[in-house]
Structures are given as C-alpha cells and as structure tokens.
C-alpha cells in the first residue's frame, strides 16, 4: 500500500491527467490484491476519513467474487478485506452454494452507520439487493441481509439523502427477455433501510434502454437523474417534488457508450459527472472504455469539457465520485479489471471548456 502520491513528483506515471492543475493526486489503492479481476468501484468518506469497496473475483460472473473493502488512514490504504459475498447456504458435504456479488454502492446518511448496498446473483437479470452495515466507519461489517422482495437498493451510484432524513435510491432492472427492458425507477427508505417504497418502472425500457442513474440536485429545488443507456448518449430524468414522481425519460447531450458513470452536485450547485466521452453503436453492446472524462454543468443539460482522467488504450470505466469535507473531489474507476484508481481533484482549478459543435471533445 502506498500514501496519496504527488503528481509533480511522478508525471509522467499518469498520463495525461498529470499536466493538469487541478489534479492534486493519483494513485493505486493496491499494487495487487487476491482477485485476478476487479470492477464496480465506490467511494464515500466517513468521520474518519475515506472508505472505498469493489467486488473483486476471478472474473465477473464467477461465484467466487465477493465485496471488499479498504479504508485511508493516515494517508494509506489498508489491505482491502473481503466484508460480503454470495455464499446461500453449504451442503451436508461442506460445500458451498454460492453467487457473484455485483456493484457495491457506499453511502454515509448524516446519522446511522455508514451503509454498504450490494447485489448478489446469478445475473444482473436474476440478482436481488442486499445491505451491510459499519458503525465504525468500515472496519467491522454486520451480517448481510437481503432486501425486501422487489427492493433493489441503489444499483451502482449513491443514494441522495432528503432534508427530511430519507434516503433515495437510484436504480434500475435489466429483464431477461430479448431485446432486454432496461427501466429506471427510484427507491426510498425513512428508516435506514428497514422498509421502504418503490415507484413503478418510469418508461417502457425499449425505446429508451436505461439503468444505473446518478442522482443531482439543481438551485431551485428538482431532482435530476441521468446516466447510462444503449442508445448511444445519456439519459436524463427530472423530479419536482423529491423524488416522488418523475418526468419522461429523455436522452441528454453527452455520449455514452452502454458503460457506467457517476456524477454529484458540488456544493456551489455545479453539476460534475465522470464518464467514458465515447459513443457506442445504438441498440449493440457498448462502445471502447476509453477515454475516461470529466464534465461540468451548471443546469445538468448543457456540459463544458473539464478534464481527461485516462486516454491510453485499455479499460477506464465505472467511476464512483463524491466531494469530501474539504471541497476536494474524490473519483475512484476501474483501471483495465486489474486496480482500483483514485485521483484527487480541486474543483476550483478546473478550466472548463465548451464542447465541440459536433459533440466532440476539445482539443
């Protein structure tokens, strides 16, 4: 394990995000682990600092992938521990039946213990949402449980914490069926993850083929929810009364490329969103998950280029971002299956610039 390292002392081991001034720092947070493969990476901070999670396996899908997690102290990352996996039950003869664990999302409410949701399954298709919980900012873990039936809890980003005290969760399901219906709904919990409601699927899933939102919060009040689709941009959705209904799913400005993103509302009300600036083929699988961008808004619908985070050929790719207590911004990524990314930002020193008239990125 290593501290945060300076990207003026090491430039040219980070490409081209080291010649930015606003990236303060960039780093592994683990030179190798006991996972030939990782993905899905979360990030979150607690009273004692920064807590991160991925699950981690032979491969994605392969029954042996679990939930682990690492905590900053002191500067360094600890040793990242198993704390979740799919394990149902074990036989008579010691054998165990058991799942792959999918997308860990970490979430801090303002009281209560930090909240670590996840999905175990088969498939993204089959899974069903389970919840840990820490009450010593990650060290120790409760027992898992598995969520009500229909409950998904947030499917990849964090969930968005009302003045009120609820919780609301962005999610989505992927049917079976060909072509796949992918629909967003929203859940939300008053009690900590006890009991909850649901809203109904908000659009059919085939014209507009949507999963994994992030959650926003604008100036004046509305929700904003976008993020990945199979039509080659993201969606966008809006809420004017917190969540509880929601407008028609739309597709935005920004290209997508059926891969992950992330995104947050900065404290100064500027939207930040993390994502591959790629499109893919409408309606196939996906696109290249490289590169790996970051983008700025102040509406949530029009998007200034902000920074390259990877550009190099390989695997860049479901970012996780938060800002923690000092106004940094923390992103965390899958690096090509093998480690888990974490670069620092000052939000202040990003230069953002417009986009191409074709969409296109910057020179």
């Given amino acids: 394990m290593r501290p945060v390292v300076s990207l003026l002392l090491f430039p040219s081991l980070f490409g081209v995000a080291a010649a930015d001034p606003a990236v303060i720092a960039s780093e592994f947070i683990y030179e190798s682990g006991p996972y030939p493969q990782i993905h899905a990476t979360t990030i979150e901070e607690t009273a004692e600092g920064l807590v991160a999670a991925w699950f981690g396996g032979t491969k994605e899908r392969h029954p042996d992938v679990g939930i682990w997690v690492s905590r900053q102290v002191n500067g360094k990352w600890t040793p990242s521990v198993e704390v979740a996996n799919g394990i149902q039950y074990t036989l008579p003869d010691g054998k165990a039946v058991r799942h792959p664990t999918w997308n860990p999302v970490l979430f801090q409410p303002r009281e209560g213990p930090l909240m670590l949701f996840y999905k175990a399954g088969p498939t993204p298709q089959t899974w069903w949402g389970m919840l840990t919980t820490s009450v010593d900012h990650g060290k120790t ?10 409950i998904l809890g947030p499917v990849k980003n964090r969930p968005l914490q009302l003045t009120d005290g609820t919780i609301l969760c962005p999610t989505s399901e992927e049917t079976p069926e060909k072509p796949s219906k992918w629909t967003v709904h929203f859940e939300r919990t008053r009690d900590h993850g006890i009991t909850w409601q649901r809203t109904p699927a908000l ?60 995104a947050t509302t900065l404290r100064d009300g500027t939207h930040l969103i993390v994502y591959n600036h790629v499109g893919g083929l409408p309606g196939k699988w996906g ?4 590169p790996l961008n970051v983008s700025v808004s102040q509406d949530g619908e029009t998007w200034k280029a902000a920074l ?16 923690s207590k000092d106004g940094l911004v923390h992103i965390t990524y899958t690096w090509k299956r093998q480690r888990v990314k974490h670069v620092v930002i000052d939000p202040a020193k990003l230069q953002p610039k417009e986009m191409m008239e074709d969409g296109r990125w910057p020179e």
């Fill in 287 to 290: 696109g290249i998950r490289t």
């Fill in 308 to 323: 390259v985070l990877e550009k190099d050929l390989g695997e860049y790719s479901y970012p996780s971002v938060i800002q």
């Fill in 141 to 150: 873990w409760s027992t898992p449980r598995r969520l009500p039936e229909g």
């Fill in 203 to 262: 659009h059919d899933g085939l014209a507009i083929q949507a999963i994994q939102p992030s959650l926003l919060t604008r100036k004046d009040g509305t929700l904003l929810a976008i993020g990945r689709t199979r039509q080659d941009r993201i969606f966008t959705i809006s809420s004017a009364d917190q969540g509880v209904t929601w407008s028609s799913v739309r597709l935005g400005n920004l290209p997508n490329n059926n891969s992950g993103t992330d």
